[in-house]
C-alpha cells in the first residue's frame, strides 16, 4: 500500500454520471504527477491510488460529498452592476475570476436581472458523483 508523501504518476480520465468526460490526463501527453497526501487530488481519489499497485488500473466512484460537496444555491451571490466598470462584458454563462482584497475567486456569471449581477461560486462540479478510471504507472 502506498503512503503519504510517495510521488506517483498516473493516468486518469474522469467523467460524469451521463458519460460526459470533464478531465482526461491523456490529452496532456504526459502522466499526471503529484506527491500523495499534499491535497493536490481529491482525498477519495488519493485513497484510491494508495491501495493500487503500479501497473493497476482502477475503475472509482467518488460521491458528490466527497468530491465537491451537493449544489448549493446559496452560494449564488447578487452584486450591483454598478460595482462592475464594464458590467456589460461579463461573459453570461462562462467562468472568471474576481479579485478580492483577500483572494481570488473563480465563479460563473450567471446573468443580470433588475440591476444585479449573479454569480455562482459553487465549483463546476459540484451536485455531481465522479467516476474515475485510473492507471498507476510509478511510484516512488
Do not use: C, W
Not at 503529484?34 to 488519493?46: I, Y
Not at 482502477?58 to 464594464?86: C, H, Q, S, T, W
Request: no cysteine; aromatic share 10%; glycine share 10%.
Amino acid at each position: 500500500m502506498l503512503e503519504n508523501g510517495q510521488t506517483v504518476k498516473v493516468d486518469f480520465v474522469g467523467t460524469l454520471g451521463n458519460g460526459a468526460e470533464f478531465s482526461n490526463s491523456h490529452l496532456v501527453g504526459e502522466p499526471f504527477q503529484f506527491t500523495l497526501g499534499e491535497g493536490t487530488m481529491l482525498a477519495a481519489f488519493e485513497d484510491a491510488v494508495r491501495a493500487m499497485d503500479v501497473g493497476q488500473q482502477a475503475k472509482v466512484r467518488i460521491p458528490m460529498e466527497e468530491a465537491y460537496g451537493p449544489y448549493d444555491e446559496a452560494l449564488i451571490e447578487r452584486v450591483p452592476v454598478a460595482r462592475f466598470p464594464n458590467a456589460g462584458d461579463l461573459p453570461v454563462g462562462r467562468y472568471i475570476v474576481v479579485e478580492t482584497p483577500e483572494e481570488s475567486l473563480r465563479v460563473k456569471v450567471l446573468g443580470f436581472k433588475d440591476g444585479f449581477v449573479y454569480f455562482d461560486h459553487n465549483h463546476e462540479l459540484a451536485g455531481e458523483d465522479l467516476y474515475f478510471t485510473i492507471d498507476l504507472l510509478e511510484a516512488s
